[in-house]
């Protein structure tokens, strides 16, 4: 049997490993008689007590032996304390995990935007992926903060600033925005943007395209620069641009927001 972890071989030594066990059990037996006679001669107990407590001793004895002395049942602990401590470590993680998303402030001294600004945006309902909650990344989630992006019917070119699960908008804005099957529309992740246009939208998936900031523009101009000359408020989330990645890194108050992103 191959072990999943240590890739023990018991088959092949088992009748060496009985063996083994069988030598240890006589060893102990036989070194518990003069111990037995050591310790009535010491305390000088009845006939009667002395074989009750050789007995007794001869009984630990085995029990010890086929509980320690047993390579399968040192196999067998062995799993059970990794197990144990790979419960311990996935129950570290997670709480790590959840103490990191429960934090519901991110500003930092010096940086921008601000948390005040921030809740402002999102007229202190959230709105729009302008909350000052922490983020828990999931799978339904495509896009990523910082990623650069072209519209998909409007051409206009944008940079991902923020997202929600699902619309998070006042409801006159979604029927006004989306049409009339707003109220699907809305269950579909949006992103806050900031665009090529020097404004800042809200946009569901759909509509979003990736592309690299690395994309010319003209010859002497990458889509990257572009985004930051046709829209000043991109630095306020950003902090770099990396080249090799074809993204913005966003400063360090938008980041504790989508720590997974």
């Known amino acids: 049997m191959n072990n999943r972890r240590f890739n023990l071989q018991d088959e092949v030594n088992g009748q060496e490993n009985r063996d083994r066990m069988g030598a240890g059990v006589f060893m102990l037996i036989f070194l518990a008689i003069p111990l037995q006679y050591l310790m ?57 995990r959840k103490q990191k998303n429960s934090k519901k402030t991110f500003s930092k001294e010096g940086e921008s935007p601000a948390h005040e600004v921030i809740s402002y945006l999102g007229q202190n309902m959230g709105y729009y992926a302008h909350s000052t909650r922490v983020r828990e990344r999931k799978q339904l989630i495509r896009f990523r903060v910082g990623q650069v ?47 090529s246009s020097g404004d800042s939208r809200y946009v569901m998936e759909e509509n979003i395209i990736l592309v690299s900031g690395n994309t010319k523009m003209t010859n002497s101009k990458l889509l990257f620069e572009f985004l930051l000359e046709r829209n ?28 997974d992103d």
């Open 40 to 96: 009535s001669e010491n305390y000088g107990v009845a006939l009667n007590q002395r074989n009750m407590q050789s007995l007794q001793l001869v009984t630990g004895a085995t029990h010890f032996a086929k509980t320690w002395l047993d390579p399968s049942k040192w196999e067998k602990r062995f799993e059970e304390f990794q197990d144990y401590i790979d419960k311990l470590a996935a129950e570290l993680e997670d709480k790590q």
């Open 232 to 259: 000043k408020g991109l630095q306020d989330y950003m902090d770099a641009y990396d080249s090799t990645g074809g993204r913005f890194m966003p400063r360090p108050a938008v980041d504790a927001l989508y720590p």
């Open 149 to 195: 992006f072209k519209h998909k019917t409007l051409g206009y070119y944008g940079v991902v600033v923020g997202w929600d699960e699902t619309c998070k908008a006042p409801a006159a804005w979604q029927q006004q925005m989306l049409g009339a099957n707003w109220k699907i529309k809305c269950q579909q992740p949006f992103y806050a943007v900031l665009t």
